[in-house]
């Protein structure tokens, strides 16, 4: 549980650098120290959480979610604009960290079940 909660941390701060990116530009010191230190978060939470979480679903949550929450805060705090094209992107994209989701838990069942089959 813990380890998802690492990710859960790991995205924010995905999130929050990504975002910051936009503030670089403005002020320097300041948008540039939250961006690097936000990523650096980042990366540090997401390598806590490949200890329990498998890579492959733990990079693509973070990579699919972040994308998708950044998206958003572009749209409603920045005023950039969301076609339809955009929107249809985002909804591929959560389908398929669904899917990814739903195929490791999968995969962890077949795996406890075939090791509680085993005999002693």
Known sequence: MRSWIYLLIAIVAEVIGTTSMKFASDSALLG?????GMIGLSYGFLALAVKRVPLGVAYAL????GIVLITLVSVTWLGESLGLLKALGLGVMIA?????KSGT???TAVRENAQEALPC
Do not use: F, K
């Open 96 to 100: 398929g960290i669904l899917l990814i």
């Open 105 to 107: 838990r999968s995969a």
């Open 32 to 36: 540039h120290g939250l961006m690097y």
């Open 62 to 65: 973070w990579e699919g979610i």
